[in-house]
């Protein structure tokens, strides 16, 4: 990967940033956010007192966190690190996790391509979500997608063998984009369908994306063993 990732992948909305947000932003980060460095993160000491997790999942653009918070209450032995730029959602997601009591997230709040590059150990993630990642659907903004082959190939050197990725989209091209880049990458298996105790609620995007009449399409790779 180039040294900088020049291009992003979003722009950062401010959107609906309530007092309530801000506040979670402001006192909740240092509880369950982790800041942005250089230095792979120690996965062991973002354990859950008195569980070691079985397997760590990696959300990257969670939005305001719906699917991350459902999926870690059902799921209390799997570690999810959830990766998002929107500073609302990140708010939305500190004040469930606390209100909930969910000990099983960490958040950063930075540019995934960063984190994942810099924060994250080489093979030792179990699985990567990426639900409705932005879809930049103009021909002119294809450059900003972030699922292109130099990003996807990071994530699966930072997946364990046998790892999966699970990504989601609504739009067409972008999916059989990202099937395609996957498909040419020595390391990945296109192993779909779904298996059940991987499958994620609705997230607002979802229901945007079928009530304006596009089909909803799942993608889902593991890493090979060997
Ligand atoms: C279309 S929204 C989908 C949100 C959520 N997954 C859902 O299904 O409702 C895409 C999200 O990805 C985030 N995002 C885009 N590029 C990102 C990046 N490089 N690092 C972190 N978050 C990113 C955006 O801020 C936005 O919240």
Redesign the pocket.
């Known amino acids: 990967m180039t040294e900088e990732r020049r291009i992003?992948?979003?722009v950062?909305?401010g959107g609906r940033m309530t007092e309530g947000r801000k506040r979670a932003l402001a006192e909740l980060y240092g509880i369950y956010g982790l800041q942005f460095g250089r230095n792979y993160i120690d996965i062991s000491a973002l354990t859950p007192p008195g569980r070691s997790p079985e397997r760590v999942v990696a959300?990257?653009?969670?939005?305001?966190g719906?699917?991350t918070v459902s999926l870690a209450a059902e799921n209390p032995d799997t570690l999810y690190i959830g990766?998002?730029?929107?500073p609302a959602?990140v708010g939305t997601i500190l004040r469930e996790i606390h209100e909930r009591g969910i000990r099983n997230i960490r958040v950063i709040r930075?540019?995934?391509?960063e984190?994942v590059r810099w924060m994250l150990p080489e093979s030792s993630i179990d699985g990567f979500h990426?639900?409705?990642?932005?879809?930049w659907p103009k021909k002119k903004h294809h450059k900003r997608r972030?699922l292109n082959t130099e990003f996807l190939e990071l994530l699966l050197e930072k997946m364990k063998p046998g790892g999966y990725l699970y990504v989601?989209t609504d739009w067409d091209d972008y999916a059989a984009q990202i099937s395609a880049a996957c498909e040419g990458i020595e390391g990945f298996e296109n192993t779909w369908p779904i298996p059940a105790q991987s499958r994620r609620p609705a997230?607002?995007?979802?229901k945007k994306g079928l009530a304006q009449g596009r089909q909803v399409r799942e993608i889902y790779f593991t890493k090979k063993l060997v």
């Not at 959300?59 to 305001?64: A, L």
């Not at 997230?203 to 979802?206: A, D, G, L, N």
């Open positions: 992003k992948s979003y950062i909305r959300e990257i653009g969670f939005g305001t719906e699917a990766i998002e730029v929107f959602g930075y540019d995934a391509a984190v990426i639900f409705f990642p932005d879809p972030l989601v997230t607002k995007y979802e």
